[in-house]
């Protein structure tokens, strides 16, 4: 089984600055096969900071948030993770489905060998806000997709991790079960306070959610723009009605685009 969330290891901490969580360099990644994903990628993540990552299929996102992972290494350039404690969302919850929910959210505690006292107390907290407490009982063939994708963000929360890299978490979910999932999120980013960065096809998911939006361009994908998203951070469902939220929307298409 692949690891669906994996306390991270190998990932060099040695060139972060002050305030820094995830730093990656000047980084070249060409995989064995001759595909040159990513070129010339420099990116810092301040700790707590919420950055959202869109760019074209192909364009080198997932091998961008695995690099912070440490599940690649770059072909050039570095990568620095502040911390070992991260949890990795994929885009699809890979439940085991001879298990409960709250035995699939206790699953990598059980692994990280904490006591069972603190386990159970993580274990209840994340079931709980991700509001599955009513389901813990039942297996995942009982739950729709997004109760599904709940249980996997419960999975990682319950590691009460200090980086979150999440990979289209959402997309393979209905509009309205993914705006409410978005507000779940950031909620639980304000509560929890972990750095988060976030890989989405979707501009307004992007804009909704970070603190600040990296465009990048097509294979080789490199950064084509930044976007500080300027708005505030306890911001709910109504401001994707507000000029500001619209503006960085505009903003982001365009260097999509390319007309940045
Ligand atoms: N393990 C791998 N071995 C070889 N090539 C790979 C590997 N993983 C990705 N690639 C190639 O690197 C490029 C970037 O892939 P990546 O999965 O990072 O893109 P992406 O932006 O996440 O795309 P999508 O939006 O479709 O998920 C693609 O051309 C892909 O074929
Ligand atoms: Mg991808």
């Known amino acids: 089984m692949r690891a669906l969330i ?27 096969t001759g595909t040159t994903a990513l070129e010339d990628v420099t990116l810092s993540v301040a700790r707590g900071e919420f950055v959202a990552i869109v760019g074209p299929s192909g364009c080198g996102k997932s091998t961008l948030l695995r690099l912070a992972a440490g599940l690649e290494r770059p072909t050039a350039g570095s990568v620095a993770l502040g911390t070992s404690s991260a949890a990795f969302i994929f885009q699809d919850p890979t439940l085991l489905p001879w298990r409960s929910v709250r035995k699939n959210v206790a699953l990598l505690t059980q692994l990280a060998k904490l006591p069972k006292d603190e386990r159970e107390r993580r274990v209840d907290a994340a079931v709980e806000a991700v509001g599955l407490t009513a389901f813990a009982k039942q297996l995942p063939r009982a739950l729709s997709g997004g109760m599904r994708m709940r249980v996997s963000l419960a999975r990682a929360l319950a590691l009460e991790p200090e980086v979150m890299l999440l990979d289209e978490p959402f997309g393979a979910l209905d509009e309205l079960t993914r705006d409410e999932m978005q507000s779940q999120l950031l909620e639980l980013h304000r509560r929890a306070e972990f750095t988060a960065m976030l890989v989405t096809h979707s501009v307004s998911e992007a804009v909704y959610l970070a603190d600040r939006v990296v465009v990048m361009s097509a294979r080789p994908g490199r950064i084509s723009g930044v976007v500080e998203v300027g708005l505030p951070r306890d911001r709910d469902a109504a401001i994707r009605f507000d000029p500001r939220f619209v503006a960085r929307v505009s903003e982001v298409s365009a260097l999509l685009h390319g007309r940045g």
Not at 7 to 32: C, E, K, W
Request: no cysteine; proline share 0%.
């Open 6 to 32: 994996d306390t991270m290891q190998g990932v060099d901490a040695g060139h972060l600055l002050h305030g820094q969580q995830i730093s990656v360099d000047r980084v070249r990644m060409r995989y064995a």
